[in-house]
């Protein structure tokens, strides 16, 4: 008999979640980012191995929302633990012990979901320095794929029994327009400054798949007219250098060339305002 479940993956910002999640399904779907509070919406990844479909939900990390955008992102993490079969917990080894995720989450009672803790970033602890883990826990690194097996075998025991949902070749669940404006907002946090990434949303115009190369037309949305110059840049150099590698990211999942056109607008305190963030698909 099959299993087939979904797996969240939760925590703080910053903890690894999807760093963990690109190394558990093989594949770039998930921004990546230094800075924390990178991931918006949950990213949906795919990995069947022989008998178990692993359905993980890479989640915003649990923060104490400043404005309409952290309430949305909490929300959505919010549902991801409460709809899942098993949490996987996240936490970085070098700030052992973990505390209950029931508190770091400020919820009423326990998840109904089993909750296996996963101790992250391992590769950053020497070994000398690194702590004696409950044996129910697990170590990880998704740098170096340490422990990424014996989490796999952990997650598997309590997944229900059930058909696979989806195509057992199948990586992600949402279409290509949704990676397509993540990986352009990726590039935004790689190539922006301090607090400006978090003013960009990115919206897809555009996107026909059916010519060579694929066509992506996307507005980069910023809160004040001076953050849409720093994002144009001089002589739109800056978006220019945000559209060449975000098109390498979408080539690189999509297969296939890309000519990827960028355009920068002011949508005013988007972040605080529930109109703004339901057009840009942030609320339900």
């Not at 970085?92 to 326990?110: F, H, Q």
């Not at 960028?262 to 703004?276: F, M, N, T």
Request: aromatic share 6%; proline share 8%.
């Amino acid at each position: 008999m099959t299993r087939c479940g979904v797996v969240a993956l939760a925590g703080k910002p910053n903890v690894g979640k999807s760093t963990l999640l690109n190394a558990l399904v093989g594949e770039h779907l998930a921004i990546v980012s230094p800075k924390p509070q990178s991931t918006r919406l949950p990213v949906v990844g795919l990995l069947t191995r022989a008998d178990t479909q692993f359905i993980f939900t890479d989640s915003p990390g649990l923060l104490e929302p400043e404005y309409k955008l952290h309430e949305a992102m909490r929300a959505a993490a919010l549902r991801a633990i409460a709809d899942a079969e098993v949490i996987a917990y996240l936490h970085p080894l070098a700030a052992y012990p973990a505390p209950e995720l029931a508190s770091v989450a400020r919820l009423e009672k326990p998840p109904r979901a089993p909750v296996v803790t996963v101790y992250t970033k391992v590769d950053l602890v020497p070994p000398s320095d690194r702590p004696t883990v409950r044996p129910s826990d697990q170590v990880v690194s998704a740098v170096s794929g340490e422990g990424l097996d014996l989490l796999l075998d952990a997650l598997r025991a309590p997944l229900p029994e059930s058909p696979f949902h989806y195509d057992p070749d199948a990586m992600a669940t949402q279409p290509m327009r949704f990676f397509a404006a993540e990986f352009v907002r990726e590039a935004a946090f790689e190539l922006l400054h301090e607090e400006l990434p978090y003013s960009v949303a990115v919206e897809i115009d555009e996107f026909r798949e059916g010519q060579e190369p694929v066509y992506i037309r996307a507005v980069v949305y910023v809160e004040r007219a001076s953050q849409k110059g720093i994002v144009i840049g001089e002589g739109g150099r800056t978006i220019k250098a945000i559209g060449q590698t975000a098109r390498g990211k979408i080539e690189a999942l999509l297969g296939a060339r890309v000519f990827l056109e960028l355009h920068a607008k002011v949508l005013p305190k988007w972040r605080r305002q529930i109109s703004s963030l339901k057009r840009l698909g942030y609320v339900g």
